[in-house]
T-cell receptor, first 110, second 114 residues
Framework: GQNIDQPTEMTATEGAIVQINCTYQ??????LFWYQQHAGEAPTFLSY??LDGLEEKGRFSSFLSRSKGYSYLLLKELQMKDSASYLC???????????WGAGTKLIIKP | DSGVTQTPKHLITATGQRVTLRCSPR?????VYWYQQSLDQGLQFLIQ???????AKGNILERFSAQQFPDLHSELNLSSLELGDSALYFC?????????????FGQGTRLTVV
């Protein structure tokens, strides 16, 4: 079956670093996406990984290990505006559909 | 602004009614996806259209239907509405159906069934 797991909620301090994990079990794999979603708003694209390793983009980095079915999103120098839900999604080979995790709600405290 | 337009932004209707949600994709995007997001839940994929043809179906109820028109805009029809259908409905578009680019989301339609 298809399954994507993320922690439901995480709390971190402004200025700190936080790592949000995502594990997946899908019938195929053709890329993993991270999206950010503020409450009541549309998801916005953060990163895409299809090969193993780390992709860095400013304060945000994303890591993928295909053999372990594992990814993480690393957020550095946390700002209050980073308080949002972070959604992990996997694109399967077979039909290019995105399978979405339930999201991790990140709460940033001063 | 993602370039994807959804109307209306808010909709309040009674149980048993029927509503139509509209989505205009980004210029040039051929693929349109519809998602449902209930309160504090993840995104549930409903259906995808590519260049006017249904491409894939997710967890879409039989009471729901969609179509993509020749001008590539799409409509999601929800009928015999129930309280549990209250949710945010997102439309997303992408250029193709299998490329490496991300999908761009509209701002969503918040449907409240009373």
């Amino acid at each position: 079956g298809q399954n994507i797991d993320q922690p439901t909620e995480m709390t971190a301090t402004e200025g700190a670093i936080v790592q949000i994990n995502c594990t997946y079990q899908t019938s195929g794999f053709n890329g993993l996406f991270w999206y950010q979603q503020h409450a009541g708003e549309a998801p916005t694209f953060l990163s895409y990984n299809v090969l193993d390793g780390l992709e860095e983009k400013g304060r945000f980095s994303s890591f993928l290990s295909r053999s372990k079915g594992y990814s993480y999103l690393l957020l550095k120098e946390l700002q209050m505006k980073d308080s949002a839900s972070y959604l992990c999604a996997v694109r399967e080979d077979s039909n290019y559909q995105l399978i979405w995790g339930a999201g991790t709600k990140l709460i940033i405290k001063p | 602004d993602s370039g994807v337009t959804q109307t209306p932004k808010h909709l309040i209707t009674a149980t048993g009614q029927r509503v139509t949600l509209r989505c205009s994709p980004r210029s040039g995007d051929l693929s349109v996806y519809w998602y449902q997001q209930s309160l504090d839940q993840g995104l549930q994929f409903l259906i995808q259209y590519y260049n006017g043809e249904e491409r894939a179906k997710g967890n879409i109820l039989e009471r729901f239907s969609a179509q993509q028109f020749p001008d590539l805009h799409s409509e999601l029809n929800l009928s015999s509405l129930e309280l549990g259908d209250s949710a945010l409905y997102f439309c997303a578009s992408s250029p193709w159906t299998g490329d490496d680019t991300e999908a761009f989301f509209g701002q969503g339609t918040r449907l409240t069934v009373v």
